[in-house]
Each structure stands twice: as C-alpha cells, then as structure tokens.
C-alpha cells in the first residue's frame, strides 16, 4: 500500500476517534469574519518507475480572504480570497495571484454554496474554475465535497475539463483538526496530434493535513501537510511530493472548530486545488 493511502487511512481513523469525544459547536455566519495565511511548501518531481523528473520548487504564499453574512436573504453568505505565492528552484522563478470568492447558505447542520476562481503563474498560463461545494456537521467529524468545470490556457496542456474531491476533517480536540482528502482534475489540452487526437491531462491527490489552534484569543494556529499527486499526461505518468507548513490568523475569539464552522469557509472547500493544494 502507498504512503498517501496509509496517511488517508490514518486520517479517517483519527476523524472516527474524534466522533466519540462529544459534539462541536456549529451556527449560521452572523457577523465579518478573517483570515490572513502565509504557508512555505516544497514539491518534489518524479516520474513514476524511478528518478527524478526535475528540480525541487519552493514557493512562499501569502493570502486572505474575508467571508460576512448578506444581510438581505437569511442565512446567505459571501467569502471573497486572494493570494499571492513567489516560487523558486535552479534557473526558474514564478508569481502565481489567485483570487476567488463564494456565495453559500449555511445553518446548524452544514453549508453548501457555489465558488468561482482565477489563478494566473508567470510562463506557467492561468486556470478558472467555477463550481459546487458542501460540508456536513457530524459531531465532531465534517464530510465535504466539491466539483465543477475548469478551463486552463497559457500552455501546451491548457484545456477544459472538470474536477471533484471529497475530504473528511476530525476535531480530534476543539483546537486540533486533521484532514484527509482526495482531489481529482481531468483537463482535455489543447494539445495533440493528428493520429493520437488531443491528450488529456489527469492529476489525482491524496493529502493530510493537521492544523492546531494555538491560542483562542488570539486566534493564531500553525498547520502541516503532506499531498501525492498521481498525474498522467501525453500516456506518460509522474508524481510530485508535496510539503508545507504555515500559520493562520483568525480574527475573533473560538476554538478552531467554531473558526471554521462558524466564520469563514473550511480552507479545502473554495477552488479546485490546483498545483497540490490542501
């Protein structure tokens, strides 16, 4: 059995666990709330049989995103994002901004709502996305999923196509969560060739993540992951290892639970993580 499924494994085990510890608090949105993220990852790539398939990248990201009720239809709500990363590795350097937002209904029992998002990387091309998104209060477990279309363009595989995921969060405290999830994208490129027809560009992503509220005043938590991306392009098959590690600012007082049932949107609901996101 491969590492990400033991990790995904691991992680529906610990979210079981946390079932039996006793419910967490969960509201409509009624008030502002925000979120300021800043994250260091490394990806590694391979291709898959052995070796390796080029340098290792590491990038910076700094983002936020700020979410508020609409005042004029019960229980709506609106979050808006935006990011900004600065990636490096021999003889290669990016800027990647994405920006997106969201309009969800929410009540005690979960949230559903749609998502739209544009990000753009230097000589690396762009990707939108527009789509679904629902999470489901169990106790001290959240199920979520999400899926829609995506058009790229800028490169050789930019295309159209669609993507899915599905993800389980166990609160195995109030202040401490872990997240396994799984991500699938399927791009048709514009890419091909008379007699092959144009190529389709498939990524699967297995991950865990786990993210600890240091302190309830001050709404600081720090959180760390680790994501394998199958990806098969051209009848060709390679991976990337991808880790990170980074801090929240959550505005207001709360556990983490209540931060991300009650304030802003889990931070794997909006997008279609791209590029090995949580």
């Known amino acids: 059995m491969s590492k990400s499924k033991k990790s995904l494994g691991a992680a529906c085990v610990l ?16 008030d502002f709330s925000g979120v300021v993220d800043t ?33 004029t239809l019960p229980n709506m709500n609106f979050q808006v994002d935006a ?3 600065t990636g490096w590795a021999d003889h290669f350097s990016s800027i990647t901004w994405n920006f997106g937002g969201s309009v969800f209904w929410a009540n005690d029992d979960g949230r559903v709502g749609a998502n739209f998002n544009y990000l753009t990387m230097t000589r690396e091309g762009h990707v ?7 999470e489901w209060y169990l106790e001290n477990i959240t199920a979520m999923a999400k899926g829609g279309w995506l058009s790229s363009g800028g490169t050789e595989t930019g295309g159209r196509g669609n993507y899915f995921g599905a993800a389980v969060e166990g609160y195995i405290m109030p202040d401490l969560g872990i997240t396994g999830s799984v991500n699938w994208t399927d791009t048709i490129s514009g890419f091909g060739c008379q007699v092959c027809g144009r190529e389709d560009l498939r990524t699967t992503a297995y991950g865990i993540m786990a993210e600890f509220l240091f302190s309830e005043d ?4 720090g959180y760390a992951g680790y994501t394998y991306d199958q990806n098969r392009f051209r009848q060709e098959d390679s991976h990337d290892n991808i880790w990170r590690i980074g801090l929240r600012w959550y505005t207001g007082g709360g556990s983490l639970a209540m931060h991300q049932r009650n304030g802003n949107l889990n931070p794997w609901l909006p997008g279609a993580n791209i590029g090995g996101a949580p």
């Open 128 to 134: 939108t996305n527009g789509g679904i998104f629902g």
């Open 39 to 71: 994250e260091f990852n490394s990806n590694k790539a391979g291709v898959n049989g052995g070796g390796s398939s080029g340098d290792t990248l590491k990038s910076w990201l700094l983002g936020g995103s700020a979410a508020g009720p609409l005042s």
């Open 15 to 30: 979210a079981m666990a946390a079932f039996a510890a006793g419910p967490a608090a969960a509201s409509t949105l009624t």
């Open 83 to 85: 990011s900004y990363a």
């Open 218 to 221: 001050y709404g600081i938590s």
